[in-house]
């Protein structure tokens, strides 16, 4: 009992039963069926593999213009930061007193930086960039962060294949992790 | 004085506001030092042998305000504001903690925490999404949801950054620890939604999405979907407020507050979290060795000492010291405090009811002889986990891992009687 407690978040054992269960309790004919046309425009999480990224481009040049209409405002010309939070930089620095943790430096799956952006920036008018202008200046920041070339353009395949420099930066959690603070009862 | 009772042509007293202006000022300062000195007899004007004169005019009119408003002298009890941010979109406030008893929050001032604003949602028109890998994807309206069987839990809410831990100057309970509130929540539980639509074999996570202008998603494990989750609907007997997530929210119990993700529009059931940047980029607790922790759902053990607390100011002699506690994992089984820096500990009285999930009062009374001091609570949950002092906390975790701070908090006393952070060098 304590140690199920103390080591809360296992995944593995009695998920399909627990899915049995929940299935089991009556139905009760509430709602109405969504069609595919309703579920596919609302369906907007991107997977870390990029599975789901929609069809469509844009080019490191594109998005240079964009940022710098759309974002540079907060961002920083070349994503420096500002009222927003820094895109750029610091690689090679998580270790460090002072770490910097940014899309170059911390994110671990490039087609999080799509999902991100479309729907929650710009800040002051979330989901106003289409498809092709999210692909743009998703290119222009992992360009500006050295993972693609200056002539890229990105889309689905290409910006699922950018290999992110953190990507294996994650652990799970292995708390209680505090030394001497689990007492007997 | 309130504009109903102008509109409704009851008695308006010049007396009255007259009064309304002198109480104020003996208030504040009463407030301010508690050591307003006795006064000489009969020169309080609505002390003995004086009738007050609150007593010789019929007050306000009955229903003139018709959604009830605290006290006029109660105007400094307000959410805990952070001044001068480059934007509010994105930001927090704080519930003033110090200022509250017992174990509920009203929901005026529950704490905010939004990523996108609040947004103002007719509940008519919102609609909850339920796909993936179900059986039957749904469209559910507020009305349907409002059908399915209900419940009411009291549980806490804490933001994970709660404070950072390069965040422990703060002069206030609130500036401390204000990113926790506790509420009773109603709604349904989110194993009934989830069977409605009938669960596939293979669903192991349901994303939740927020119909905010952040859009803001987490990846929920489908172990807590199925075991204590809700979908909640109300706040405190009230509807949610817009702040806490209006008309729907998830509430997942003891986990970090930003899962319980608010305005809810979508679940979407899978095999894999979706690892959106609210649970890479931020809400991961960056390590010494430059790795970062990911799904760090549940917050331990915690209590901090309310009363006395920063910028009080307390009188020799007899003392409640009053604070509460709260476990992500269950119910708390015990709070000690120590009126002596940490030498010795006394177990406190709980107050009942001692909820799993739901903050926990605790007292002790304590005699204060004038000696400089600082006062500290520990709570221990019913797994037998002991809240942690900053020093064991940040020796393991260093001082960059933002969230899940759940040190044990110190209050300096001076020789005066002032109260203030012990983590500030005096």
Same mark, same amino acid.
């Given at each position: 009992m304590a140690s199920s407690k103390l080591r809360p978040f296992v995944l593995a054992a009695g998920l399909a039963a627990a899915a049995a269960a929940a299935n089991a309790s009556p139905r009760y004919g509430i709602g109405r069926?969504?069609?595919?046309?309703?579920?596919a425009?609302?369906?907007?999480?991107?997977?870390?593999?990029?599975?789901?990224?929609?069809?469509?481009?844009?080019?490191?040049?594109?998005?240079?213009?964009?940022?710098a209409?759309?974002?540079?405002?907060?961002?920083?010309?070349?994503?420096?930061?500002?009222?927003?939070?820094?895109?750029?930089?610091?690689?090679?620095?998580?270790?460090?007193?002072?770490?910097?943790?940014?899309?170059?430096?911390?994110?671990?799956?490039?087609?999080?930086?799509?999902?991100?952006?479309?729907?929650?920036?710009?800040?002051?008018?979330?989901?106003?960039?289409?498809?092709?202008?999210?692909?743009?200046?998703?290119?222009?920041?992992?360009?500006?962060?050295?993972?693609?070339?200056?002539?890229?353009?990105?889309?689905?395949?290409?910006?699922?294949?950018?290999?992110?420099?953190?990507?294996?930066?994650?652990?799970?959690?292995?708390?209680?992790?505090?030394?001497?603070?689990?007492?007997?009862? | 004085m309130s504009k109903g009772r102008r509109d409704g042509g009851g008695l308006e007293s010049p007396q009255r506001r007259h009064l309304l202006g002198r109480g104020a000022a003996l208030v504040g300062g009463a407030v301010v030092s508690g050591? @307003?000195?006795?006064?000489?007899? *009969? %020169? #309080? +004007?609505? =002390?003995? !042998?004086?009738?007050?004169?609150?007593?010789? @005019?019929?007050?306000?009119?009955? *229903? %003139? #305000? +018709?959604? =009830?408003? !605290?006290?006029?002298?109660?105007?400094?009890? @307000?959410?805990?504001?952070?001044? *001068?941010?480059?934007q509010y979109i994105?930001?927090?406030?704080?519930?003033?903690?110090?200022?509250?008893?017992?174990?509920?929050?009203?929901?005026?001032?529950?704490?905010?925490?939004?990523?996108?604003?609040?947004?103002?949602?007719?509940?008519?028109?919102?609609?909850l999404m339920v796909h993936g890998l179900v059986e039957t994807p749904l469209i559910l309206t507020m009305a349907d949801i409002r059908r399915f069987p209900s419940e009411s839990r009291i549980h806490f809410i804490e933001c994970s950054g709660n404070p950072g831990f390069e965040a422990m100057s703060g002069r206030t309970a609130s500036d401390l620890v204000g990113l926790v509130s506790c509420a009773e929540w109603t709604g349904v539980p989110l194993k009934t939604v989830l069977a409605e639509a009938g669960l596939r074999p293979e669903a192991k996570w349901v994303v939740a999405e927020g119909a905010d202008a952040a859009a803001l998603t987490r990846s929920i494990p489908i172990d807590k979907c199925l075991d204590d989750a809700m979908l909640v609907y109300s706040q405190n007997g009230e509807r949610l407020r817009p702040q806490q997530g209006?008309?729907?929210?998830v509430l997942l119990p003891g986990f970090e507050g930003n899962m319980n993700v608010k305005w809810l529009r979508r679940l979407n059931v899978t095999a894999e979290p979706a690892h959106?940047?609210?649970?890479?980029?931020?809400?991961?607790?960056?390590?010494?060795?430059?790795?970062?922790?990911?799904?760090?759902?549940?917050?331990?053990?915690?209590?901090?000492?309310?009363?006395p607390s920063g910028t009080q100011r307390i009188d020799r002699g007899y003392n409640e010291i009053t604070g509460i506690a709260w476990s992500g994992h269950g119910r708390i089984t015990q709070v000690e405090v120590s009126v002596n820096d940490g030498r010795t500990w006394t177990v406190a009285q709980l107050q009942a009811p001692v909820l799993t999930r739901a903050l926990t009062r605790f007292r002790l009374p304590w005699t204060w002889d004038g000696t400089p001091t600082a006062i500290l609570s520990r709570a221990t949950d019913e797994?037998?986990?002991?809240?942690?002092?900053f020093k064991a906390l940040t020796q393991v975790r260093g001082m960059k891992s933002f969230y899940h701070n759940n040190a044990i908090i110190p209050w300096r006393i001076a020789e005066s009687g002032a109260v203030s952070n012990g983590f500030v060098k005096a």
């Open positions: 069926p969504a069609t595919q046309p309703e579920i425009a609302w369906d907007i999480d991107i997977d870390r593999d990029g599975r789901k990224l929609p069809a469509g481009q844009g080019s490191v040049a594109q998005g240079q213009i964009l940022f209409s759309q974002c540079a405002s907060c961002h920083g010309a070349k994503g420096e930061g500002g009222t927003g939070e820094r895109l750029v930089g610091g690689q090679g620095s998580l270790a460090s007193g002072k770490p910097i943790k940014t899309v170059g430096s911390f994110w671990p799956y490039a087609p999080t930086l799509f999902d991100y952006i479309r729907r929650a920036m710009p800040l002051n008018a979330p989901q106003s960039l289409d498809t092709d202008a999210v692909y743009a200046v998703s290119a222009y920041i992992l360009h500006l962060n050295g993972l693609v070339p200056g002539d890229a353009v990105i889309d689905a395949a290409s910006l699922a294949a950018v290999r992110m420099p953190n990507r294996d930066g994650f652990v799970s959690d292995p708390r209680p992790d505090v030394p001497g603070e689990v007492r007997p009862r | 050591t @307003v000195a006795a006064q000489e007899a *009969g %020169s #309080e +004007p609505n =002390g003995p !042998p004086n009738i007050p004169d609150w007593m010789k @005019v019929p007050g306000a009119d009955v *229903g %003139s #305000e +018709p959604y =009830g408003t !605290p006290s006029p002298f109660e105007k400094q009890v @307000v959410r805990n504001i952070p001044k *001068g941010l480059p994105s930001a927090s406030s704080r519930t003033p903690l110090q200022e509250l008893d017992g174990i509920i929050t009203p929901n005026g001032l529950f704490y905010e925490r939004h990523h996108g604003g609040i947004p103002e949602i007719d509940p008519g028109q919102h609609r209006y008309p729907l929210r959106s940047r609210e649970e890479t980029s931020k809400y991961t607790d960056s390590m010494p060795d430059g790795t970062a922790r990911q799904f760090t759902f549940y917050m331990e053990a915690k209590s901090i000492i309310t009363r797994t037998g986990y002991v809240q942690p002092d």
